[in-house]
T-cell receptor
């Protein structure tokens, strides 16, 4: 599991600020994903990427931006944070869409 | 898109008894059904998965069954142990460029000593 890391692990920010969550994997997996986890909602897909420079929206993409210039990195940016974006964010990677997804340790984000 | 319903939301069983968690999915095109275990404060980890061309799969005390006609799949844990206490998530995926994994809302499994 040390092959996928997230930073920061904890972040407190204020409404309206821009925040970037980082995700890095060392397995050269093609696919990378961002999920948010909220009590009562389970894990919801925000964005995913099939390869460098290829990204697609998931279930809850509004308010988020992603990029993937290198295979190993998949940053998630909240352009103008809102309180409703307070959540735990998990990054994951896999060899394919129907292969095991390996999750990072998560980032707990609080928006005041 | 895909919709996955998971029941129950909380399940309490005596140590040594069996536990069953059930999920239904909406899109008949889904072909991959993993189960993830998440301990408190930790990341989700895959415990078992099944593909649509298989009806049942076992791995020691854990088994998953799939009924494609009824569009439901279940996780069975036998001889439960304290370390089985966690939140379990089912998921479904259509693959092939669709929206990745769609997760159920989770089941909090409590093993009573």
């Amino acid at each position: 599991d040390a092959g996928i890391t997230q930073s920061p692990r904890y972040k407190i920010t204020e409404t309206g600020r821009q925040v970037t969550l980082m995700c890095h994997q060392t397995w050269s997996h093609s696919y990378m994903f961002w999920y948010r986890q909220d009590l009562g909602h389970g894990l919801r897909l925000i964005y995913y990427s099939a390869a460098a420079d290829i990204t697609d929206k998931g279930e809850v993409p509004d308010g988020y931006v992603v990029s993937r210039s290198k295979t190993e990195n998949f940053p998630l940016t909240l352009e103008s944070a809102t309180r409703s974006q307070t959540s735990v964010y998990f990054c994951a990677s896999s060899e394919g869409l129907v292969n095991e997804q390996f999750f990072g340790p998560g980032t707990r984000l609080t928006v005041l | 898109g895909e919709n996955v319903e998971q029941h129950p939301s909380t399940l309490s069983v005596q140590e040594g008894d069996s536990a069953v968690i059930k999920c239904t999915y909406s899109d008949s095109a889904s072909n991959y059904f993993p189960w993830y275990k998440q301990e408190l404060g930790k990341r989700p980890q895959l415990i078992i998965d099944i593909r649509s061309n298989v009806g049942e799969k076992k791995d020691q005390r854990i088994a998953v069954t799939l009924n494609k006609t009824a569009k439901h799949f279940s996780l069975h844990i036998t001889e439960t142990q304290p370390e089985d206490s966690a939140v379990y998530f089912c998921a479904a995926s259509m693959g092939g460029g669709a929206d990745g994994l769609t997760f159920g809302k989770g089941t909090h499994l409590i093993i009573q000593p």
